[in-house]
């Protein structure tokens, strides 16, 4: 950890027991505010307050929120008297001065307030506020025997009314200073904050079975056998108890049952007869393995020759890009890499950009690692979140492997970053505030700490293999697959060629369709990859072409057969199916173009002694449905994998001979300026799941334009040239990374409204910044939730004063926006390196 950052902290006004100078900390509160304000801190707290810790404060008349303490200081505010803090609720500071840095440059680089970045930062029940309610927790019973005079009032109202607000518990102890209070019945599981029910995702609870300690003494319990009268079930089940206790040390109730073949009944007899007990349990989501390095592979010459490079880069740059095709071995060298640092004792962060890849990874891990790491991202409940909060920063788990949100975590001798498919725009937050990217600022929480960052791609975003060729980065390379396989065949399919019997997109061509049976009767697996989740994502009325929309959004629904319901994925609102056209009246629909169901669905009806699965949003919603399902096919229980993007990025399947890319054309019609860069990524990633055991593999993709640059750069595996030709397009047209783009988008519910407010913003900007403004302009969806859209784009020099000022002057406007009448309610939202 760094010794000191400046500014956070002065040691001297925590030393002296004496009254002194008045003390006051800067607190940030996880609200948008403009800045962060000063509260006075009372004399019995100056000791033991230190910066990280949560304290309760008041703001405004009544409410009271949990706080942060950013910095101590003597300087009292110029023109308000602070209010005094109420209570200081840790001991020990629950984030290190690190991460109040990065908090700091996040609200500053990413133009939001610290509050924001507080409130994407911490675990639910670590920002209580007046307006938090608390929810008893049914597990906990009714026995308050071991709580305190101030805890047990507010377990038995939770008990009989199974809610409280924070006003309420106040009323209760007739005290406004229930943080306290709160926090130790949180702690105690009596009582969960309901935001952390929010989840559908509950904490694991397992009932334990126990032999009463008085059968412990072996003559008493061999009295007990010996004297046994009728119930012999009851005995089967006790004898079977005590094997598996030898066997497996400690024994569940569903275990025991299970190997006993024994029932609820029979289990209730003994525990009345006070022979055996039970307990209920909280066991963690991943059961943490003996801590214990074993590293059982050897690097093959060319994985040896990058980790060299990697090593060496290390010595000069702070930040190292690994360019390795695919499956040439990139997650042996983070290993071995991982390995040298936690022996060095220092903690590591292995970044995804999917949680769908954690749970494969996770198990590779585990093998090497042990106890030593642990997962981190949004499907834990926030129960299970501080919990591996706490781990972290005790210095309990040295690895985190973890999705963006896990830069948060609080380390404490961080050493190494790894970020596996850097180039991923998964790693990019969209809403709420901080718009962050997790890669970025990865980077930024390692130079806080002297840290080494290690980016790995088959197919580097251009800003980074700028950098690494630059000079700034380091680069090191794998240039063919381990063991030496070759790279995938690619073939295209013409779509141009086939004879359709109406207007339909072919979803399965007729070669895509015999090489999967060939595939199949091979024993071997396929991976279809389609970008388009649902069944339809539009159907359109015969007569007169009217397209069913969503009525808060300007987008197409999609039809989800599944739930037998038209869905925006815009803003997620469910209609019922359409039969009958609202322009015409008439009945005849025309379904156009085809998602992952549909897919599915006709897999099914062609091969239908197949096993065929789908891999999208949809179909792994639940906490362990994406290892579910990967295990499954890692376990040939499944033969046709049908995904959209979560099927092509990293995951590592030894039997797949076939990958089909259904609609190429897809991926290379947007409207963005990355569409080329993207979509080779995408394409030469789901490729690169193909051949990676033994056989080399095949990849059919269908399209209307084989000749098509991109697809012509895929078939090649040639990331060099696709790297050249962009790298002259964005320098003709002043895209990154050239320049440094900031994206302004206005909302309001009227369309005139947001038009005015962006012109008249627009405006005020041209005398300054006139050469680098792009709109104002309705983007491609122009409307959502009900809110009509402009945009504003900036492509800024990369001068960092000239951004630094731009960003406050946007802010400014921003301000000035706000105090016209007309556009009081007009939100702007700032995203800055928009992808």
């Known amino acids: 950890m760094v010794d000191s950052i400046p500014g956070l902290v002065d040691n001297d006004l925590l030393s002296s027991n004496d009254e002194g100078p008045a003390v006051y900390a800067e607190i940030i509160i996880p609200l948008a505010l403009p800045k962060n304000y000063t509260w006075a801190v009372p004399h019995t707290f100056r000791n033991s307050l230190l910066p990280g810790c949560r304290v309760e404060v008041n703001l405004g008349k009544n409410k009271k929120y949990a706080g942060i303490v950013k910095k101590l200081h003597h300087e009292k505010p110029e023109f308000f008297e602070p209010k005094d803090i109420l209570n200081v609720l840790d001991v020990d500071p629950v984030v290190f001065e690190e991460q109040l840095a990065l908090w700091e440059w996040m609200a500053g680089y990413y133009m939001c307030s610290e509050g924001e970045v507080m409130a994407a930062a911490l675990p639910a029940h670590f920002k209580l506020s007046s307006e938090t309610i608390l929810v008893y927790n049914e597990e906990y019973g009714d026995d308050f025997s071991a709580l305190d005079h101030d805890e047990y009032p507010v377990a038995e109202a939770l008990l009989i009314k199974k809610e409280l607000k924070l006003t309420e518990v106040q009323q209760l102890l007739d005290s406004s200073h229930v943080y306290p209070v709160i926090n130790r019945l949180i702690q105690k599981k009596v009582c969960f904050v309901w935001e952390a029910l929010k989840q559908t995702y509950s904490a694991k609870k397992e009932t334990y079975v126990l032999l009463n300690p008085e059968f412990s003494d072996e003559d008493k319990l061999s009295e007990l056998l010996n004297n046994w009268g009728r119930a012999p079930k009851q005995m089967e089940l006790l004898l079977a108890y005590l094997h598996l206790m030898k066997t497996e040390g400690e024994v569940t109730k569903p275990l025991l049952l299970k190997k006993a073949g024994a029932s609820e009944s029979q289990l209730k007899g003994l525990i009345e007869k006070k022979i055996l007990w039970t307990e209920k349990r909280s066991v963690d989501r991943l059961q943490y393995l003996p801590k214990d390095i074993r590293i059982d592979f050897e690097l093959s010459p060319d994985q040896v020759g990058a980790f060299e490079q990697v090593h060496s880069s290390f010595q000069s740059k702070q930040v190292c890009l690994l360019h390795g095709v695919t499956s040439s071995g990139k997650t042996l060298v983070y290993i071995k890499l991982i390995e040298e640092f ?194 339809t994502p539009y159907q359109v009325c015969n007569v007169c072409g009217w397209i069913p929309q969503c009525k808060y959004c300007d987008v197409s629904l999609t039809y989800h057969k599944f739930t037998h319901k038209l869905i925006c994925h815009y803003c997620g609102t469910s209609y019922p199916p359409l039969t009958t056209c609202a322009a015409c009246g008439n009945h005849d629909f025309v379904q156009r173009n085809f998602g992952t169901e549909k897919i599915e669905e006709q897999l099914q009806e062609i091969f239908p002694d197949v096993k065929v699965a789908r891999m999208d949003m949809d179909s792994v919603r639940g906490k362990n449905a994406h290892d579910v399902l990967i295990q499954q096919f890692e376990q040939h229980r499944i033969e046709i994998l049908v995904g959209t993007q979560m099927v092509v990025k990293g995951l590592d399947f030894d039997n797949v ?18 569409v080329n860069e993207r979509a080779f990524q995408l394409m030469e990633q789901v490729s690169g799941r193909a051949g990676r055991k033994q056989a080399t593999g095949k990849v059919l993709i269908q399209t209307m334009n084989p000749s098509h640059p991109v697809l012509q750069y895929v078939k090649r595996h040639d990331y060099k040239a696709m790297y050249d030709e962009e ?56 409307r959502v939730r009900n809110q009509y859209l402009m945009e504003l784009l900036l492509k800024l020099p990369k001068d960092h004063k000239l951004i630094a000022q731009c960003k406050r002057d946007l802010l400014e406007q921003v301000a000035i926006l706000h105090n016209e009448k007309r556009f009081r309610s007009v939100g702007v939202v700032a995203d800055v390196d928009v992808v």
Not at 657 to 674: C, E, K, N, S, T
């Open 342 to 535: 936690i022996r060095k004792g220092k903690q590591v962060l292995y970044l995804l950009p999917e949680i769908a890849l954690t749970s494969q990874i996770i198990r590779r891990l585990q093998k090497h690692f042990g106890g030593y790491i642990g997962i981190y991202h949004s499907k834990f409940t926030q129960n299970e979140r501080v919990e591996i909060w706490n781990k972290v920063k005790t210095g309990e788990l040295k690895i985190i492997l973890g999705a963006r949100s896990s830069v948060f975590l609080p380390f404490s001798d961080f050493g190494l970053v790894i970020c596996d498919e850097e180039q991923d725009a998964s790693f990019k937050q969209y809403d709420p505030a901080p718009r962050y990217n997790g890669r970025d600022a990865a980077i930024y929480l390692a130079t806080l700490f002297g840290a080494k960052v290690l980016l790995g791609s088959a197919t580097p975003s251009l800003e980074s293999y700028t950098n690494a060729l630059s000079g700034k980065y380091g680069l090191a390379t794998l240039t063919t697959r381990y063991g030496d396989l070759q790279l995938p065949d690619i073939e295209f399919i013409d779509l141009k060629t086939i004879e359709r019997k109406d207007k339909t997109k072919i979803i399965l061509s007729p070669p895509l369709t015999e090489a999967i049976r060939q595939v199949v009767d091979r024993k071997k697996q396929v991976i279809l990859f389609q970008n388009r989740r649902g069944y």
């Open 657 to 674: 001979d076939l990958v089909g890319i259904l609609d190429a054309d897809g991926l290379l019609h947007f409207a963005d300026f990355r």
């Open 727 to 782: 790298l002259l397009k964005r320098k003709q047209f002043a895209y990154p990374p050239f320049t440094r783009m900031i994206l302004l988008t206005f909302k309001h519910k009227m369309k005139d409204v947001v038009e005015a407010a962006a012109y008249h913003f627009t405006d005020a900007l041209k005398n300054r910044y006139g050469n680098y403004l792009v709109g104002p302009a309705e983007p491609v969806v122009n």
